[in-house]
T-cell receptor
């Protein structure tokens, strides 16, 4: 099992460009999450999903959109990237009350 | 909303010294989880504590959950260079949202060989 995978691993964008980050899990988990990690800020929840076809806002959702069309995939979109969105993005998945399994992360630089 | 605070933010030790990080929640927790993130890596689950006053050990690591279920600690005995990384505690939300975790900001441990 691959666990949780993320693509791409690294990306450089110019301000105003758009992109989609892909997260895939093969553990049949219902719950999936997108976090961003910035120095000194820990992990902050952007959006999450409690099942296929559902999404909900987390702590810092502005500037991001998500979709969960398939149970195993959770997409994070940036419609118009801003330098403040430079960060490391982690996807995670879990069962209802279980531990969270994280992907390797995507490092995004917005110039 | 729920807040989870960790101290210290950074800790530098000599190899062989002990290390402790503390976690405090603004609300009572149903459980607390600990994660480790190596430099350049992703968070990896270490352990979950559920019972009031619970103590669990993993080799040189000792985890405690407070009696009031609002605080927790992680103690490492005789640190090694392999212990380097950031240690996060995380508590679930209350009621029906206990699948969502609130993470502390973490304690970065560096070890001088």
């Amino acid at each position: 099992n691959a666990g949780v995978t993320q693509t791409p691993k690294f990306r450089v964008l110019k301000t105003g460009q758009s992109m989609t980050l892909l997260c895939a899990q093969d553990m049949n988990h219902e719950y999936m999450y997108w976090y961003r990690q910035d120095p000194g800020m820990g992990l902050r929840l952007i959006h999450y999903s409690v099942g296929e076809g559902t999404t909900a806002k987390g702590e810092v959702p502005d500037g991001y959109n998500v979709s969960r069309l398939k149970k195993q995939n959770f997409l994070l979109g940036l419609e118009s990237a801003a330098p403040s969105q430079t960060s490391v993005y982690f996807c995670a998945s879990s069962t209802r009350v279980g531990t969270q399994y994280f992907g390797p992360g995507t490092r995004l630089l917005v110039l | 909303g729920q807040q989870v605070m960790q101290i210290p933010q950074y800790q530098h030790v000599q190899e062989g010294e002990d290390f402790t990080t503390y976690c405090n929640s603004s609300t009572t927790l149903s459980n607390i989880q600990w994660y480790k993130q190596r430099p350049g890596g992703h968070p990896v689950f270490l352990i979950q504590l559920v019972k009031s006053g619970e103590v669990k050990k993993q080799k040189r690591l000792t985890f405690q959950f407070g009696e009031a279920k609002k605080n927790s600690s992680l103690h490492i005995t005789a640190t090694q260079t392999t212990d380097v990384g950031t240690y996060f505690c995380a508590g679930p939300g209350s009621g029906g949202s206990n699948y969502k975790l609130t993470f502390g900001k973490g304690t970065l441990l560096t070890v001088n060989p």
